[in-house]
Nanobody, 121 residues
């Protein structure tokens, strides 16, 4: 069992940067593969980025590739999402997620409560 808490609520302007954090408590953080998802109003939750247990491999949605960077610090039980060149279409509630078993980049067992990111034009 792991509990995830996102932080980094932001109201920013187009072109700005913002870093989200996902702090994990519970079992050893390094055994979990992690991901970021987002859900815009009236839309389904979409995959944003993911990172393996060691941090050696990452995957990004095409819409954020080259703008967002996912990373983790296993010593601090924390995952990050650095978001640069933000656009109004990045406005959404952002969720972090954790998975211990399985190999899919897109399926997770544990979810945070979400944090709002709003990008104004």
């Amino acid at each position: 069992q792991v509990t995830l808490v996102e932080s980094g609520v932001g109201l920013v302007q187009s072109g700005d940067s913002l870093r989200l954090s996902c702090a994990a408590s519970g079992r050893t953080f390094s055994i979990y593969a992690m991901g970021w998802f987002r859900q815009a109003p009236g839309k389904e939750r979409d995959f944003v980025a993911a990172i393996t247990c060691s941090g050696g491999r990452t995957l990004y949605a095409d819409s954020v590739k080259d703008r967002f960077t996912v990373s983790r610090d296993n010593a601090k039980n924390t995952m990050y999402l650095q978001m640069n060149s933000l656009k109004p279409e990045d406005t959404a509630v952002y969720y972090c997620a954790a998975r211990r078993y399985g190999s899919s980049w897109f399926d997770y067992d544990y979810w945070g409560q979400g944090t709002q990111v709003t990008v104004s034009s």
